[in-house]
């Protein structure tokens, strides 16, 4: 009965944080001129590294509970994994916006959010990703490398996901495959 109270007591805290979980896209085909960027799409290794991710990120105890994602074919694809291990296949929005905009247009797309949802996941490309990172952590880009399936999951200590601000967040975690593969 302890146990359940102190969850409970977390979760209450836990409503005073929103949480972002910034994913780069897993490993994809590499450019060919018979084919768009927009198209590309993951390769098996790729595929691999997004059900390892994302039977991780299933495992926490407060995970995104929607997605938000660039419509280029390997960033909805990595999208499509994470969904079906955290059960949100619903949730999905895939976003035109995001296949080729800016950290600004990444962040508005945060402070969009409904307010109900306590963690949010954006699936998108680099460099925009990592320009987001340093925006919202203020960390030095030296120390925002997302390689591809990288997830970097940001605390920021407001009620309302419009009151996120540059240089307002607290960086957890950085995670990517290599630490958990081969």
């Known amino acids: ?10 979760a209450q805290k836990e409503k005073l944080i929103k949480t972002v979980f910034l994913v780069r896209h897993a490993k994809a085909e590499p450019q060919d001129v018979k084919k768009s ?3 590309r799409r993951l390769v098996d290794k790729g595929m691999r590294h997004a059900e390892k ?13 929607v997605i ?6 390997r960033a909805k ?6 969904a079906e291990a955290l059960k949100i296949k619903d949730s999905v929005e895939v976003a035109d916006d995001l296949y080729s905009s800016s950290a600004q ?18 699936v998108g490309h680099n460099p925009v990703l990592e320009d987001l990172l340093v925006m919202l952590t203020s960390r030095s880009p030296f120390h925002c490398k997302m390689p591809t399936c990288g997830i970097a999951i940001i605390h920021f200590h407001v009620t309302l996901w ?10 957890r975690s950085l995670l990517y495959p290599k630490l958990f593969l081969e």
């Open 1 to 10: 009965m302890k146990k359940q109270q102190e969850y409970t007591e977390l």
């Open 37 to 39: 960027d927009h198209e």
């Open 53 to 65: 991710m994302a039977s991780l990120v299933a495992g926490f105890r407060f995970p995104p509970e």
């Open 68 to 73: 938000c994602t660039s419509s280029a074919a």
């Open 77 to 82: 694809e990595t999208a499509a994994i994470f």
């Open 105 to 122: 247009s990444y962040l508005q797309k945060i402070q969009k959010t409904g307010d109900e949802t306590h963690a949010m996941m954006l």
């Open 162 to 171: 419009s009151e996120i601000r540059p240089a307002t967040g607290i960086l």
